[in-house]
């Protein structure tokens, strides 16, 4: 798998999520906006003290998978069998660098 492949199947997963929430948030009548709650304090079972800490919006979501997807697929026609194109491959292994807790990584394209 090359780097290219692995970010375009990574944009392929978030896509998933976002649609799958979109769709889950629809069927319930609720926006594709949501607010997750999150609380440090009753995650250790001392307290209830929910406060949001991150909103999800699927629109963003698929517009910025549409975006990596532009990137990726330029970077795919900027790097072709050129070892050389190196601000591409840059661009490429720090934008792989988000998945790194993916099975699929690979330390290689840890930026140096």
Request: hydrophobic content about 40%; overall charge negative.
């Amino acid at each position: 798998m090359t780097i290219e492949e692995f970010l375009l199947a990574r944009v392929a997963e978030d896509e998933k999520v976002a649609r799958d929430h979109e769709a889950e948030y629809a069927s319930l009548g609720h926006p594709s906006t949501s607010t997750a709650t999150f609380s440090p304090i009753q995650r250790e079972g001392i307290g209830d003290m929910d406060y949001p800490v991150l909103v999800i919006d699927s629109a963003r979501v698929l517009a910025e998978c549409a975006a990596k997807r532009e990137v990726v697929n330029h970077l795919i026609m900027e790097i072709g069998d050129d070892p050389y194109a190196e601000m591409p491959d840059h661009l490429a292994r720090h934008m792989a660098l988000v998945y790194a807790d993916h099975s699929d990584y690979r330390e290689e394209w840890r930026p140096t």
